[in-house]
Each structure stands twice: as C-alpha cells, then as structure tokens.
C-alpha cells in the first residue's frame, strides 16, 4: 500500500447492491483489527439488500468504519485522486457496479472513487458475487481486469476444512486482504504447516 499516507493504512471499502453483505462485514472487521483506516461507501442498493436478505445492516458495517462517506457526495475526499488511499475494494461489487468501473461511467461516489483509484494506479479489488455470469459481465469482468482492477469472485476455498460460516467467509476475507499485502489473522494457507 505504497501510496497511502504515513501513520495506519487507508482503503476505501465500497459496498454495492449484491448479494453477499456479510463479506463486506467480515472485511471491515478485519480491516479494524489490524488498525487499518477504512473510509465506508455504502450504495443505495446495498441497502435494499440488506433490508431484504435480513442480514447485517447498515449500522453493523458502519460501526466498524473509521470514516462513513454518502453514496451521493461526489465531493468526498474519496473521490480526489490528491486524497492519498492504499486501494479500495468493493464487496460485494454488484454488475451494475462492475460495468461502472469497467467502463468509467461514475455517477456515484462508488464508481467514482474506484475510477480515482484506477487512474492513480492503487489496488483496486473488485468481489463479484453473482451466478451464472452472462457474456456481458464476463466482459465487463475483463474490461476490469485490463483498466487494472482484480476481479475476484466470493468463492470460499474448502482445503483449509471449515467448520462454520465464519471460517467461510474469513477464507474471502484473507484472499482480499492479500492483494493489498495484509494478513488476516488465524488464516491457513494451502499447506503452510509444510513449509
């Protein structure tokens, strides 16, 4: 995380209307326990999903963040490319968010702070979480992917025998941290104890 300021790191951690907001929670909880500054932006859409799945809410996410920026605000700090961050990642990235990013179209402090983060070359980690994925969002997943972001999909590996949830989701959690060169604590690896 090069380019994030002196003192704790900085990422910016969007959460668009996708299925899967239980990822972004884990996310921000490991995000707080290893002292990282976290500047949430939550979509509208996200908390759509969030009243209809029953899930966690906008209060469990936004207790967890250090800064909480409105979707709507286009004047956030978020959105300079002068305001310096590690990265952002977005989980879980909707389709509609991913064809945003893929094609530069920012009309929402989500899109907009990813395309500062593109065109300023910070890590930028986009989770889908959407099946099957028709040709249009394989393209746009591409189109992503060249522009500069990691698309990941939140695909728990099961190598590591999870016994609950937690351990499912916490196998995402490291996979993401990993792009920006953070260790989730209590993670296994793929045969770590042999080396």
Not at 4 to 22: E, F, K, Y
Not at 39 to 55: C, F, I, N, P, T
Not at 92 to 110: E, M, Q
Not at 153 to 164: K, N
Request: glycine letters at 10%; a negative charge; charged letters at 20%.
């Amino acid at each position: 995380m090069s380019d994030a300021p002196s003192g704790p790191p900085r990422l910016v951690v969007g959460v668009s209307g996708g299925s899967g907001i239980p990822y972004a929670l884990d996310i921000l909880r490991a995000l707080r326990g290893l002292d990282v500054e976290t500047h949430l932006v939550v979509s509208s859409g996200a908390k759509r999903v969030m009243s209809a799945e029953g899930g966690p809410q906008l209060a469990d996410l936004t207790a967890l963040a250090s800064v909480v920026h409105d979707d709507r605000d286009l004047a956030a700090a978020v959105a300079s490319g002068s305001y310096r961050t590690g990265g952002m990642l977005i989980v879980p990235c909707s389709a509609g968010t991913l064809a945003k990013v893929a094609h530069g179209f920012a009309d929402n402090l989500i899109s907009r702070a990813a395309h500062v983060t593109l065109k300023e070359r910070r890590p930028l980690v986009l989770v889908v979480r959407e099946d099957p994925m028709p040709r249009p969002m394989l393209q746009n997943m591409l189109a992503a992917h060249d522009a500069g972001a990691t698309v990941m999909s939140a695909s728990p590996g099961f190598y590591h025998a999870p016994e609950s949830l937690g351990e499912l989701l916490g196998f995402v959690t490291a996979r993401v941290l990993d792009q920006f060169g953070l260790n989730a604590p209590g993670f296994r690896r793929w045969r770590e104890d042999e080396a």
